[in-house]
């Protein structure tokens, strides 16, 4: 049986109501696809976790999807707040734990390994172990310092996009490389998607950039144009227009309810937002070709 179906098949088999699901990406390749689709399907009391929450995790607390954020950094990048996220976390209306960004990889390092605690040395983020009773510091059993230990974060569903990905969701990716590894061996399940669905034969071709093996992965998605408003390196570029209007749209719960409406009720799935995008958009987020250097890994 193939891993290859359709996203909103994905999110239905996959994400259950309460479940704990972490959309990795860092800056670059942010699944606002399956987040979307997400929203679409009223998916309700989920613990959202991510190491930046970006605006997928604004639009889908603004939907009510959430009941819980735990984050390291929360902002709309390069812009400001997250208007609708900080005002709920503020109201009581939403459940939150912060940690550093070493501090939530290391969690997902933890869980990734099976361990139910990993340590990290002192840091000077102590208002973060004063607010979290979840960092907690224990002796160092070799003499040293004490050190700090966050325990073992394991997702029920971890969301990864890639570049390209073989159907069974052998995967490559590429650019800036953010927590995509950790949170899905992590996970109890993956859902991939892909710009591309190549043969076998291309990621055989460069087993070293297979960042996510397919032993891993429950489902694998072709949705192209996945991450906007953020990027897939070398498929199209990041919409800072968007960041930027976004500031504004979430100012008002009128005119986020108005986005939501619009923008993912809306729309069918990713292809019919991309076609509502238009060309002149399309246009704006071209990129040029880069291409790296060939690698010769031998032949017999």
Known sequence: MTKLIPLSEAIANYVNDGDIVYAA???????????????????KDLTLARATPDLIYDQMVAAGCARKVIFSYMGNPGVGSLRIVRSAIEQGRLEWEEYSHFGMITRLQAGAAGLPFLPMKQ????????????????PDPFGGKDVVVVSALNPDVAIVHVQRADADGNA??????????????????????????VDESIIRSDPNRTMIPGIVV?????????????????????????????????????????????????????NAYW??????????LEV?????????YGSY
């Not at 490559?172 to 892909?194: D, M, P, R, S, Y």
């Open 275 to 284: 076609e509502k995008l238009g060309l002149e958009v399309h246009k704006r």
């Open 172 to 197: 490559h990716l590429w650019g800036i490389i953010g927590e995509q590894k950790e949170a899905a061996f992590a996970a109890h399940k993956v859902i991939l998607t892909a710009e591309e669905i």
């Open 25 to 43: 990406g860092f800056t670059h390749l942010i699944p606002f696809a399956t987040g979307h689709e997400m929203i679409r399907q009223g998916k």
């Open 218 to 270: 429950s489902a694998v998605c072709h949705v192209p144009f996945a991450c906007h408003p953020s990027y897939a390196q070398g498929y199209y570029d990041r919409d800072n227009e968007f960041y930027l209007a976004w500031d504004k749209v979430s100012e008002s719960a009128e005119a986020t309810k108005e986005y939501l409406d619009e923008w993912v009720y809306g729309v069918k799935d990713r």
């Open 288 to 296: 040029n070709p880069r291409y790296s250097e060939k690698i010769n």
């Open 123 to 138: 840091t000077g983020a102590t208002d973060l172990e004063n607010a979290n009773p979840n960092i907690k510091r224990v």
